[in-house]
């Protein structure tokens, strides 16, 4: 179980919040405004009224300990980016944030946010189920409709060495691989470097290597076996 901190409890922020309660993550709510946090209150780990933007502050509720940070704060876009810079400066390894328009999409990625979402086109329940989705070794998790999916997962240990065919993925989990990526050391004027190698048409007998990502579609019930095995 990952911890969690929302920072903003507008409609999408305290939507973010409660859904990853209710999945059984651990979710500290914060926002300045006290009606908000008492809103969120029952349906949360910990709801807090404070200044998110105060390092002190920040520090001394473990915003510094937190696994994922999402930064929900809405038009104040000064405090969106302040708050954002915080978090890289805490060390968080997961930073995502809401933004308003394409010009605060941009900064915030250039600031170095992990992800950076548009309300109109990422819905709160959705976004919050992307994040307990993604994993160590689930790297994308991209819902399809209610039912189904595509992900992004390492191909766990015990499909190193075999073929597609020999893994028959599509009888013993009723999925799809639709593309393999691969790592590719390159070499050029003496340095090294590596490439990433998109099979998107993989054949029954091509290989999987350690470290490859398998693209796979199919019903969320059948990818929960699937990322259970990684």
Not at 32 to 52: F, G, N, P, Q, Y
Not at 86 to 105: D, F, N, R, W
């Amino acid at each position: 179980m990952r911890q969690f901190a929302v920072i903003g409890l507008g409609r999408f922020g305290a939507s973010v919040a409660e859904t990853l309660a209710k999945k059984g993550q651990q979710v500290v709510a914060i926002d300045k405004d006290e009606e908000l946090v008492r809103d969120v209150m029952d349906s949360v780990t910990k709801a807090v009224c404070l200044d998110s933007s105060d390092m002190k502050a920040a520090k001394s509720i473990g915003l510094d300990k937190v696994d994922v940070a999402i930064c929900a704060i809405g038009t104040d876009v000064e405090a969106s980016i302040l708050v954002t810079l915080l978090l890289i400066e805490l060390g968080v390894p997961v930073v995502v944030c809401k933004a308003t328009s394409m010009a605060h999409k941009k900064v915030l990625e250039k600031i170095g946010a992990t992800k950076v979402i548009l309300p109109e086109k990422d819905t709160g329940e959705r976004l919050a189920q992307t994040l307990i989705s993604v994993s160590d070794t689930v790297l994308d998790h991209i819902g399809l409709s209610e039912n189904s999916s595509v992900i992004e997962i390492i191909a766990p240990k015990e499909f190193v060495g075999k073929t597609l065919r020999d893994l028959e993925i599509r009888a013993e989990y009723g999925l799809n691989v639709i593309a393999i990526k691969k790592k590719k050391r390159i070499t050029r004027k003496g340095s090294e470097s590596e490439k990433e190698i998109v099979n998107v048409n993989p054949q029954a007998e091509d290989v999987v290597a350690k470290g490859d990502i398998l693209v796979v579609f199919g019903e969320n019930d059948k990818i929960s076996g699937l990322k259970n095995k990684g």
